[in-house]
């Protein structure tokens, strides 16, 4: 027979049982953070994939809006400036020059007010070396297409001039804002039914299935948004559709909600769940009681 030594003693057993288990759980660990580590790079990567697909695509369609502004700068100008006139030729390539020059700002990601204020001034410097009166006919058609590029460029929101940039706070009228834009979005439902109808028609059906509610519940907020000239209806027992006020409203939602992404909620993680009606009623009466 062996003796107990041989065999191992119980607790030499119960060690080498712990040492194998520390081992299994630091090997874990390992494999954890190697899996972290890995997931890491792989979202990494796949995010600069991303950013890079997403430039070359801004690339792109910059370059194809530049060559539509370079198009109708020549067909505009020749359309439209003085036909029989000495000068014609000279003024085409210096109207031409500075057109595409500013017309060259569209590819970048941001434009500054002084780029356009540089351009603007040239063309008044231009304006004022004019020899006749009829040259106001090509100055006209050149402010034209100017103001168009500009245009162009504050509706991709590559461009905001210093005006734009500090907005007159001040003449908001508290109760306009209130009563015809928040007011009107603040409840859930309200908010859910306009966004519904953004790019397309809903039933009364439709708008029950999305937002739970029935029969006069429902009618109740589709009354409040079409008197708040938000939604209308085709006619009586018809589909429903945004108006250029609710898209106008919606978009100025998405364009806040989208700004605040990079701001966290502050003490986000100490709120309360949300609480039903009926909860917070119940709760404000045993606070009387």
Request: net charge neutral.
């Amino acid at each position: 027979m062996k003796s107990e030594s041989e065999n191992g003693s119980p607790e030499s057993l119960i060690m080498s049982d712990d040492l194998e288990l520390a081992e299994v759980k630091a090997i874990r660990k390992k494999l954890s953070e190697m899996h972290n580590d890995i997931k890491k790079v792989m979202e990494f990567t796949s995010r600069l994939r991303l950013e890079a697909a997403i430039e070359r695509s801004r690339q792109e369609y910059s370059n194809v809006l530049l060559n539509h502004l370079f198009e109708d700068i020549d067909s505009g100008l020749e359309q439209n400036m003085v036909k029989k006139c000495p000068e014609k030729q000279k003024c085409t390539s210096a109207f031409t020059a500075l057109l595409q020059q500013n017309a060259g700002l569209i590819t970048k990601n941001r434009v500054d007010d002084k780029s356009i204020s540089d351009n603007q001034k040239k063309l008044e410097e231009l304006r004022c070396e004019a020899p006749y009166n009829k040259c106001e006919k090509c100055f006209s058609e050149v402010s034209s297409l100017l103001i168009k590029q500009i245009n162009l460029m504050r509706s991709m929101r590559i461009y905001t001039n210093n005006q734009e940039q500090k907005p007159n706070i001040s003449a908001l009228k508290t109760s306009v804002v209130m009563s015809e834009i928040l007011e009107p979005v603040s409840n859930p439902q309200r908010l859910e039914i306009l966004r519904a109808v953004a790019f397309e028609m809903k039933s009364f059906s439709a708008f029950s299935e999305l937002t739970g509610l029935r029969g006069g519940n429902l009618l109740f907020h589709l009354q409040k948004l079409m008197e708040s000239g938000l939604i209308l209806q085709q006619h009586e027992r018809g589909d429903y559709m945004i108006t250029e006020k609710g898209f106008k409203i919606l978009q100025g939602l998405n364009e806040i909600y989208s700004s605040l992404q990079n701001y966290p909620l502050q003490n986000s993680s100490k709120q309360r769940p949300e609480k039903n009606d009926l909860m917070e009623r119940k709760e404000k009466t045993e606070m009387t009681i």
